[in-house]
């Protein structure tokens, strides 16, 4: 294990006048809170030497002067529940993190226009929150776990489940720390005195919103999220499929569904150990592989069959009951398949909701999920983009799923409709915390995955921070292209090459011939 | 009037060699015919030295480094349909221009997953076609014209009226040749063999796709074209306000029925003296302004009313009518409102609608709105977004118009609901093209347009070239934080400053200063 990485004195000293002392974070156990808990035991790789917590603009703009200053690398985080990717741990071992969880305020409710705005450290549940609070009839769309940021899972190219989920329409109008210190804001907020900043999805010229997701180019310190008002209706649905084959079809329906605009938002199809306590709370998965018998047996004993589609209907009521015919009409015609249904919700009725998949849908933010979940059991992700095609999702998922299998570990995970064209096939590969060997196992099968699924053509929509160099390769058209490109930005807009280098695989100049090394070796 | 700017021999030479000497275009009336046919009679502020007609990626590749090697300003366009806004014309006097309108080939289309992929000069009438011909039962989002270029509308962020048309979603997955002539492709089509590239919006890293529209970073040569199923049923609706004063409820309906999902795409509002001619082919605009009592009789005898707005609804047949019935709920309340719509047609039935409401609105291409118009009758924009609210349609509407009057000129144009949140208040300023003393008004009017509603502060959503600098400096927060974000970018990935410089306020380095001085001047 190598020395543990510190900060000198002086940029401690200068980082605690331009915050206050108890927002400058070196003691090493409270550093190490700071880590995505589902990691190799005694791994220290990505250790971080300190955290700053940061309270306004002008403190992050601070933070940012002295680490170009002192040529100190940061990686921000808002509320760091990248779980499974490698929570808010730095890529760069040594850096500072910025942790933004006490900028949490919301700034704005619009009612009329249904927008909020808010800072990097409002969770789900706090935006919610202020929604409810506020007698607000507007409905957040919400991922799986509402602790997390805003701002900070839509920075990394999250998904959320209602209509705004799909193709990254959550967010419109940041303002963003440069790596310099300096202020921008994107779209109309470049215009002093303008309304439109959180409505309009552009300015004129380059539109440079898409380009602070998943990158290392500055620091999103505000953001405006597009709310709907709560419809008339809101039904969950439950579509499953009786035998493992069905995924095919399955799939192809769904597309169809989607494309015709009777499902929107993102559907997800998951596989029986993931639907069974998530849908039902049995407990059934862990890490001992199970085998197809055991699996099929699960399915049909809890009724959620080998594939569970999660999905749901908004609307005035007539068009969702018109929705749910449609759903019927073609999802039956699976033989097997079954459509369960929620009750048809009115807005007064969410305070009722209990069931987690009728919650999430509803825009309520919960954590079931992780609380059904034992604490010594955690995942780590590999999530390729698949065409929404019944037999291309066939293809990788039964790659995946043979390579996780030859570890030893229980294939998890579903198939998201990010959008009505493509899939990810989320693949949580679970493992004990606690067991060294089994999370040497998890953590290798994964770098498989990034690599020989990569070869195949099907490439990450967000990488591991231990694997995203290799992710990154799999972008690698034309002698990486794309890389070499993001990489020009990079050096002009970071000169210093101080903020996340690394990030999905994207270096300043400062570190590229080592990590070129790096990623060759 | 200034000497001729022209290219030199050795510079003709190069490109004849590598395009071939028909393609590269250097008499004067030849070059000219590549400019907006709407501009002061005898300006030649904007003339070019010479047009290349490039047929393959590999030619426009050849022209970049032709262009570094003697540093020639270039300045691309599809099929220069730009009219309004300054055509295909360069911003910098005796710039090369690249047409594309020889790259014309659809490369892809893909029934299932339901998109095309096309080359730049491919227009909406070429891909409608190519659908028609292979028998596919797809549809595609165009604007009121079709002779334009599918990827030249897109890149200037212009719009088209189907669900695809908002929010910037027609195009997925782009190949660009750089500035320095390499090639780039956006998204998973990085990912060698892949598959999702014109499926998914994004890669991994910093999303690049919105970076080259209303751009000087690239040249698309390749686009994804996201299309729709031919649905069960589609019904063109006409929304009519009796009094002018509607306006601003009128606006309010619209805003809501977009955000509960009833309509779709981009509803557009129009004037009287827009709709009349386009909804009823009565002649009744022109460039002799006219009284309240004269547009309110016109508004009262064709029965488009003081303001129509041009929708549809597209879906299955029981949806559609269910919504028609909503539509009408609301838009009824309205006094003296009056809602009128098209039979439902099936897919079958596209082939003989003829009345251009319908036609662009089920996605055939016309040249109906402009074979309408007297060829001597020429128009320029300005186009500010607005929130999707009435009263501040009505502020921003009333002071363009105010101006547009007290210029002697008629105020054309409408409110096109770009998304659910925002609106462009597009104003046509029409004069005659033959007439200097009234098209020297007309380009007056706008430029005041752009400095008096932007320091109010609502900004262009596309700059006509003779104002880019202008529009720019109304995105000017925190002393120009935005277009220095971007020209820093724009130095990095085209240090020669050769590709398209100014356009949309965005200069190369080696311009800034005299540009600066221009713009404060």
């Not at 100190?72 to 969880?101: A, T």
């Not at 596989?271 to 862990?286: K, R, S, Y």
């Not at 969410?350 to 059991?377: D, F, H, K, R, V």
């Not at 990489?487 to 990030?503: C, F, Q, Y």
């Amino acid at each position: 294990m190598a020395e543990r990485p510190t900060l000198n004195d002086t940029v401690i000293d200068r980082l605690e006048s331009a915050l206050s002392p108890d927002r400058v974070i070196t003691e090493p156990a409270a550093v190490d809170e700071f880590k995505d808990p589902y990691y190799i035991p005694g791994d220290d790789t990505f250790t971080a030497s300190a955290v700053v917590e940061p309270t306004t603009t002008e403190e992050v703009q601070a933070v940012m002067r002295i680490a170009n200053e002192f040529r100190i690398p940061v990686w921000p985080h808002g509320q760091g529940r990248n779980y499974g990717y490698g929570g808010p741990s730095p890529r760069v071992r040594g850096s500072l993190q910025i942790s933004l969880k006490k900028m949490n305020r919301v700034l704005e409710i619009n009612e009329e226009l249904a927008y909020a705005v808010v800072e990097p450290g409002v969770r789900w549940f706090d935006l919610h929150e202020a929604l409810e609070a506020g007698g607000h009839s507007l409905m957040l769309s919400v991922p799986d776990l509402g602790w997390g940021s805003v701002i900070g899972n839509s920075m990394d190219n999250g998904m959320t489940y209602q209509p705004y989920g799909a193709d990254f329409q959550l967010l419109c109008g940041l303002e963003v720390v440069l790596a310099d210190g300096s202020l921008v804001r994107t779209g109309a907020g470049a215009i002093p005195d303008n309304k439109a900043w959180h409505l309009y999805r552009r300015g004129l010229g380059p539109d440079i919103q898409p380009l602070f997701a998943q990158s290392n180019y500055g620091i999103v310190v505000r953001a405006g999220v597009w709310l709907k008002r709560k419809p008339e209706g809101y039904m969950a649905l439950g579509l499953s499929l009786a035998r493992d084959a069905d995924l095919e079809v399955g799939v192809d329906a769904i597309r169809e569904l989607r494309l015709e605009g009777i499902l929107e938002g993102v559907p997800s199809i998951y596989t029986t150990l993931t639907a069974a306590p998530q849908l039902i709370d049995a407990d059934v998965d862990g890490p001992a592989l199970m085998t197809e018998e055991q699996i099929q047996e699960i399915a049909d004993r809890t009724g959620v069959g080998r594939w569970s589609t999660r999905t749901a209907l908004w609307g005035r009521k007539k068009i969702v009951e018109y929705k749910l015919e449609r759903v019927k009409e073609v999802w039956e015609a699976i033989p097997g398949a079954k459509v369960t249904h929620s009750p048809l919700y009115a807005p007064e009725d969410y305070g009722a909701l209990t069931n987690s998949s009728e919650q999430i849908q509803a825009g309520i933010p919960t954590l079931q999920l992780i609380e059904a979940t034992p604490p010594n059991m955690g995942h780590i992700g590999f999530s390729p983009i698949v065409p929404l095609q019944g037999k291309e999702v066939r293809f990788v998922v039964d790659e995946m799923r043979r390579r996780v299998e030859e570890a030893g570990l229980n294939f998890l995970g579903g198939v998201m409709a990010f959008n009505e064209r493509s899939a990810c096939v989320v693949g949580g590969i679970p493992f004990d915390v606690t067991d060294k060997e089994q999370a040497d196992r998890a953590f290798g099968v994964v770098r498989r995955l990034v690599k020989e699924v990569g070869e195949l053509g099907y490439g990450e929509y967000r990488a591991h921070i231990d694997y995203m160099d290799e992710a990154q390769a799999v972008y690698g058209w034309n002698d990486g292209a794309y890389r070499r490109f993001a990489e020009t930005i990079k050096d002009a807009v970071d000169p210093n090459g101080i903020l996340s280098p690394g990030r999905h695989g994207i270096w300043p100049s400062s570190y590229r011939p080592q990590q070129s090394d790096a990623a060759a070796g």
